[in-house]
């Protein structure tokens, strides 16, 4: 009897879809608290240079590499047999939130860009509603995937 390989890692490939989840949104979370804060120093003064090291590292070491393993992991799980009923509407709505917050994530890096250049012009309160953003779409994801009303 043949098993389908991806059956056979299903746990395993959920386990660590949730995983990359998890440190992708602490990411979202918290690089635009970071800006909020960058808005209150002064441009090229120490605290300044500290944040955008901050930064930095945060988009390229973590939220990056989680994004890319969240899609990863996400498209072998829909790849795997029996998982998804496509007939199902919540899966179209998961997906566009996750295309959404990819798109978010596009937005922070080029905002990072910008405190990088000392050219940000966004007060802080910008940042401060912009880090909402990530909040609505992961309840959104996760109202689609565990109670899947439709």
């Known amino acids: 009897m043949t098993v389908d390989f991806f059956s056979l890692l ?13 440190a992708w949104m ?7 608290r970071l800006y909020v804060y960058h808005c209150d120093v002064a441009r090229g003064s120490a605290e300044s240079e ?12 973590i939220i990056n590499p989680a994004m890319a393993a969240t899609w990863i992991f996400g498209i072998i799980l829909v790849l795997t047999p029996g998982v998804l009923d496509w007939a199902a509407g919540w899966w179209h709505v998961k997906l566009l939130s996750v295309v959404l ?6 937005a ?5 860009r910008d405190f990088l250049e000392d050219r ?3 007060p802080a309160r910008f940042y401060r509603m912009a880090n909402e953003v990530p909040t609505v779409l992961l309840l959104v994801i996760v109202v689609m995937v565990i109670v899947r009303p439709f």
């Open 50 to 61: 500290r944040f955008k090291v901050m930064e930095r590292r945060l988009l390229k070491q």
């Open 108 to 112: 922070i890096s080029a905002w990072r």
């Open 26 to 32: 602490a990411g979202m979370f918290y690089l635009p």
């Open 120 to 122: 940000n012009v966004r």
């Open 10 to 22: 299903y746990p395993w490939t959920k386990a660590l879809h949730v995983i990359s989840m998890v």
């Open 101 to 106: 917050m990819s798109g978010f994530h596009g």
